[in-house]
């Protein structure tokens, strides 16, 4: 996906105006006065199986996380493992960002460890505070703003993950890696 | 300057009223929504009235009125839903341009047939550019000024984004979208045909389907009484405005402007942007016929609608 992107962006097919990559697609969002679906979609096509893999150069970011989420202890009981081995599941390994959505800044990472995979929660918070450290399935994510949302809080961080002052505005975008660390 | 007074009883806390423009696309990938006007041909509209650029942002009205008090003179548009208990306007409201003077106040109370009323301001609203627009970016809290929606006091800019002379005429009749359901609305197949049956498409453009009071710039709720579609799960993928997606249930959303960039359910069809504005303009309890058209057909309707932009 991120190579297709990458080629695009370089290229600049006539009327492509935006791409959107995620877990498995890449959204283009075109303008119909320029290119015809068609005619994009066509030159899209010559580059099938011409791709090169992304190098995915970037460092690894650490995300200093205090593990005092409100959803710790039910993702204890559901997945029958100790908060402390909860922990140490969640900060052993690091976290390819699939995409960033649903919010601004939100960076949807995985894969998560199977042994902590537990379902959304059964009704979402109405209000979830920015710097939420959560897990949803084999994935986790942080909310950069605060929002509703179903994901299971465990943790949260005093790292900023959305300014608009900043360029780009988000800290994270899809390909970076981030490791959480506890303190 | 214009005061926004929230009158009447009753309306504690923020208006469902906020400054929109063209949105802010290219940020989509960092997680921000391109927002903008739900309905962009009459905010397009508005502008047009009042000689604006098209880019000059202006207020959208959502479900109630408000009335704004006007400290210097100023040329006003409004274009949209009709409204009701209006106050110091002259003639029909809406689709044609006023003039106001200092001190007056002009309000009106309620929106119906319709659910948005753009408020064009000759010279635009002049509030800080964020990220590329002005639009209020809700879930990001940023952007439309005061990053929330308008409230009883808040003061808002006139800028001069102008671009020719007001439009004296009403804007033609014949060149406004339909202004009251049921709404024929057209949307191409997919992204996920695959994650459905064969025949799906085909069964929800066969029915009438409801609008339900789950309405906001997010999108919209909408039943499908007597059809209980079914679609498999998908990996989270981009979406759009116009994406009809699936929910376990078998309800439909139809996404607006203040979509999230990414979502989970599949996506039976994509609204074209043609008819956008009438999704936007769907009130609980309208009906709406989906029907499925190819992208040439996308495509000219946009022209069709740009053509109107242009012709006045």
């Not at chain 1, 059964?122 to 450290?133: H, K, L």
């Not at chain 2, 100023?74 to 044609?96: K, N, R, Y």
């Not at chain 2, 301001?121 to 952007?143: A, K, N, Q």
């Not at chain 2, 009809?244 to 960039?261: K, Y």
């Amino acid at each position: 996906v991120l190579s297709l992107e990458q080629v695009l962006i370089s290229s600049r097919p006539r009327g492509l105006l935006e791409t959107l990559p995620a877990y498995a697609s890449l959204l283009c969002n075109f303008d119909p006065t320029i290119a015809s679906f068609t005619g994009l979609a066509e030159a899209i096509r010559r580059f099938e199986g011409k791709l090169q893999p992304v190098r995915l150069s970037g460092e690894t970011v650490e995300i200093a996380t205090r593990y005092d989420g409100e959803d710790l202890a039910n993702v204890a009981a559901a997945t029958g493992l100790s908060r402390k081995a909860v922990i140490d599941l969640h900060t052993a390994r690091d976290y390819l960002v699939y995409c960033v959505g649903f919010a601004p800044g939100f960076p949807y990472c995985g894969e998560l460890d199977d042994r902590l995979s537990v379902p959304r929660r059964a009704s979402p918070r109405s209000n979830v505070i920015a710097g939420s450290v959560a897990i949803a399935g084999r994935q986790t994510g942080i909310y950069p703003v605060a929002s509703p949302g179903g994901w299971n809080i465990i943790g949260h961080t005093d790292v900023p993950l959305f300014d608009v002052k900043a360029t780009p505005p988000a800290r994270f975008k899809p390909g970076d890696r981030l490791r959480f660390v506890p303190g | 300057m214009i005061e926004i007074i929230n009158s009447g009883p009753g309306r504690p806390g923020d208006l469902a009223a906020s400054i929109q423009d063209l949105g802010r696309p290219g940020f989509e990938r960092f997680g921000v929504p391109d927002g903008g006007a739900a309905d962009w041909f009459s905010a397009a509209v508005a502008n047009r009235l009042v000689g604006n650029r098209r880019d000059a942002a202006l207020v959208e009205f959502t479900g109630m009125g408000a009335s704004l008090l006007f400290h210097q003179d100023a040329t006003i548009a409004l274009a949209g839903a009709s409204i009701s208990g209006v106050h110091s306007f002259e003639g029909d409201p809406v689709w044609q341009s006023h003039r106001v003077a200092a001190r007056q106040m002009v309000g009106f109370r309620k929106l119906d047939p319709g659910v948005r009323v753009y408020l064009a301001v000759r010279g635009g609203i002049d509030v800080p550019i964020v990220l590329g627009s002005r639009s209020l970016c809700e879930r990001g809290h940023f952007g439309g000024g005061f990053g929330r929606r308008l409230r009883h006091g808040d003061a808002l800019p006139i800028g001069d984004l102008i671009e020719d002379a007001p439009r004296t005429r009403p804007w033609p009749l014949g060149h406004r979208p339909a202004p009251w359901g049921p709404w024929e609305v057209r949307l191409i197949a997919g992204p996920h045909s695959d994650a459905f049956p064969p025949d799906a498409l085909d069964r929800l453009t066969a029915v009438a389907a409801l609008v339900t009071p789950f309405i906001d710039r997010v999108g919209l709720r909408i039943e499908t009484p007597g059809l209980h579609l079914q679609g498999k799960e998908i990996l989270t993928t981009p979406v759009t405005a116009g994406s009809v997606q699936v929910t376990p249930s078998g309800e439909l959303i139809a996404l607006l402007v203040d979509h999230p960039t990414t979502g989970g359910y599949p996506v039976i069809g994509t609204v074209i942007r043609a008819d956008l504005p009438l999704l936007a303009q769907a009130r609980p309890g309208d009906t709406i016929r989906f029907r499925a058209v190819d992208e040439a057909e996308a495509a000219r309707a946009l022209r069709r609608l740009e053509d109107w932009l242009e012709d006045h």
